[in-house]
């Protein structure tokens, strides 16, 4: 399933100004806007309930941060 099969309520879809990929922009809990890939990723995640120990979990539709994706995103960086 790609992004564009989901419903979106309030997203915004653009294009990063600085690699050209499609992106959606989302408010998170604190009202901030946070720009993430379009294109769900699959991650891993480590799961520490299992009594083995340390296990990775893959959660397939992971929507990822695009500061994480973009080759340009240092040009973005806001020096404080």
């Not at 990063?16 to 995640?45: E, K, N, S």
Request: hydrophobic share 35%.
């Amino acid at each position: 399933m790609s992004p564009r099969d989901l419903e979106w309520t309030g997203i915004d879809r653009g294009t990063c100004r600085g690699c050209g990929v499609a992106v959606i922009f989302v408010r998170d809990a604190m009202g901030r806007t946070q720009i993430l890939d379009a294109r769900a990723h699959p991650i891993y995640a480590i799961d520490r309930d299992d009594d083995e120990g340390k296990r990775a979990v893959r959660l397939p539709n992971a929507f990822l941060s695009h500061f994480v994706t973009c080759p340009k995103a240092s040009e973005f960086s806001k020096e404080k």
